[in-house]
């Protein structure tokens, strides 16, 4: 049975029953696929949406066919790629740190806050706010 990714993940959700204390599976945390149209006037979700897209087009290339000075150009734009959105998820992840906007959500920390609205694990969320800091 083949289903689609997202089909797949929302049957999988559904089935998942997680115990009592724990954090249920992507809560809170509701992946962007594109597919939502963006509001007007929201600046964010646009530039988001419009990264999402140029990075599922990339996802798309094949890079078993590929010549040497190609290959070369796509594991270096995609390592180009990785580190930039490594700096902007540790520069959102300082400025959550500093200012603790979620608090008056039961978020007492930054890392709390990474952990279950991100689905990071532990030492992910906080090397984040180690590197931010």
């Known amino acids: 049975m083949n289903r689609a990714g997202a089909e797949?993940?929302?049957?999988?959700?559904?089935?998942?029953q997680p115990f009592p204390g724990s954090v249920?599976?992507?809560?809170?945390?509701?992946p962007v696929d594109g597919a939502d149209p963006v509001p007007d006037g929201d600046a964010v979700g646009a530039t988001i949406a419009s990264a999402i897209a140029a990075i599922t087009a990339l996802c798309a290339v094949?890079?078993?066919?590929?010549d040497p000075v190609a290959l070369a150009q796509?594991?270096?734009g995609v390592e180009q790629i990785r580190r930039v959105t490594d700096a902007a998820a540790t520069r959102v992840a300082?400025?959550?740190d500093t200012r603790n906007p979620f608090r008056p959500d039961g978020y007492f920390t930054a890392k709390?806050?990474?952990k279950q609205r991100c689905q990071l694990s532990g030492p992910e969320a906080y090397r984040r706010i180690q590197t931010a800091r």
């Open 112 to 114: 709390t806050f990474l």
């Open 62 to 66: 094949d890079p078993s066919g590929a």
């Open 24 to 30: 249920p599976p992507f809560a809170g945390f509701v």
């Open 94 to 96: 300082g400025t959550i």
């Open 8 to 16: 797949y993940l929302e049957e999988w959700r559904a089935a998942v």
């Open 74 to 76: 796509l594991v270096e």
